[in-house]
């Protein structure tokens, strides 16, 4: 099975502070992505990378940065969090669409940030 | 550009009634269309999927899905809901030769009652 592994479930930060979202998968992926999931919205595209040191914005990048070292990990970075930023954050991979899973996209448990 | 519309935000139900979720997209080109689940507290889980083929799409727990192109629908079906179906449901679509991103509506929230 596949296994995207998400360091922190839950995590309480100060308004300021710098936050580092940890994410592993062991499929040897292409693609990962981080994704924030709120009430009533959805879920929202942060980042993503379809490759090592590679990273494309998704639709609201604002406040966030990423970092991809490895192929298997997929770090992302809240440089001064805010208490907008409270929410859930979602890790996900997936192979690259030539592969025959047919771009499905497999997520991590989440973990919950609350900022005060 | 592309879009998911889940029409509903909330669906309640009874026990061992039918359900059907209502997902609606846009795209001017080909697409590949998912239905993820959520339980509480969880990550997403792969419901089901249409790549091409036939439009009749059967996933895991006993849910379907059509894929009606004409009307740009996937809506989500079961005929009879357990206690446990109670979760969030969030259709995607991406489109054929991206690289693979998911645009995901903006989810369901079925909730099945005794």
């Known amino acids: 099975d596949v296994k995207v592994t998400q360091s922190s479930r839950y995590l309480v930060k100060r308004t300021g502070e710098k936050v580092f979202l940890e994410c592993v998968q062991d499929?040897?992926?292409?693609?990962m992505f981080w994704y924030r999931q709120d009430p009533g919205l959805g879920l929202r595209l942060i980042y993503f990378s379809y490759d090592v040191k590679m990273k494309e914005k998704g639709d609201i990048p604002e406040g966030y940065s990423v970092s991809r070292e490895k192929k298997e990990r997929f770090s992302l970075i809240l440089e001064s969090a805010s208490t907008n930023q409270t929410s859930m954050y979602l890790c996900?991979?997936?192979?690259?669409?030539?592969?025959?899973?047919?771009?499905?996209?497999?997520f991590g448990e989440g973990s919950w940030l609350t900022v005060v | 550009a592309q879009s998911v519309t889940q029409l509903d935000s909330q669906v309640p139900v009874f026990e061992e009634a039918p359900v059907e979720l209502r997902c609606n997209y846009s795209?001017?080109?080909?697409?590949?269309l998912f239905w993820y689940v959520q339980y509480p507290n969880q990550g997403l889980q792969l419901l089901l999927k249409?790549?091409?083929?036939?439009?009749l799409v059967k996933g895991i727990n006993g849910f379907e899905a059509e894929f009606n192109k004409s009307q740009t629908s996937f809506h989500l079906r079961k005929p009879s809901v357990h206690i446990s179906d109670t979760a969030e449901y969030f259709c995607?679509?991406?489109?054929?030769?991206?690289?693979?991103?998911?645009?995901f509506g903006k989810g369901t929230k079925l909730s099945v009652k005794p």
């Open positions: 795209s001017s080109v080909s697409v590949y």
């Open positions: 995607a679509v991406s489109e054929g030769g991206s690289q693979g991103n998911l645009i």
């Open positions: 249409y790549l091409s083929g036939s439009t």
């Open positions: 996900a991979s997936s192979p690259w669409p030539r592969h025959l899973s047919g771009n499905t996209i497999y």
């Open positions: 499929m040897d992926h292409e693609n």
